[in-house]
């Protein structure tokens, strides 16, 4: 089992930053994935972005040169630094740990962008 305990996120006007941290604990392994998904009202989660244990990363293209995900392996923490922050960024956002065929989410943290 792996535990995710995440925070950061709350509100901001357009144009601002924020960051997000979800540290994970359990049977963390050596080679795994973390990253963070989102879901807006009435949508389908989907993801934002992430890194493996091997510094590999993956964005969606909305968050591109806006948003950049890191990782502290020695603290088993993802980050995600979102800069120019949209309306439209506006949603839960759910830290996520891949290892193997296991996945595990995190409780959810409100992010809302002012316009």
């Known amino acids: 089992q792996v535990q995710l305990v995440e925070s950061g996120g709350g509100l901001v006007q357009a144009g601002g930053s924020l960051r997000l941290s979800c540290a994970a604990s359990?049977?963390?392994?050596?080679?795994?994935?973390m990253g963070w998904y989102r879901q807006a009202p009435g949508k389908e989660r989907e993801l934002v972005a992430s890194?493996?244990?091997?510094?590999?990363?993956d964005y969606a293209d909305s968050v591109k040169g806006r948003f950049t995900v890191s990782r502290d392996n020695a603290k088993n923490t993802v980050y995600l630094h979102m800069n120019s922050l949209k309306p439209e960024d506006t949603a839960v956002y759910y830290c996520n740990f891949n290892r193997g065929w296991s996945t595990y989410w995190g409780q959810g943290t409100q992010v809302t962008v002012s316009s």
């Open positions: 359990g049977s963390i392994g050596n080679r795994n994935s």
């Open positions: 890194v493996t244990s091997g510094g590999n990363t």
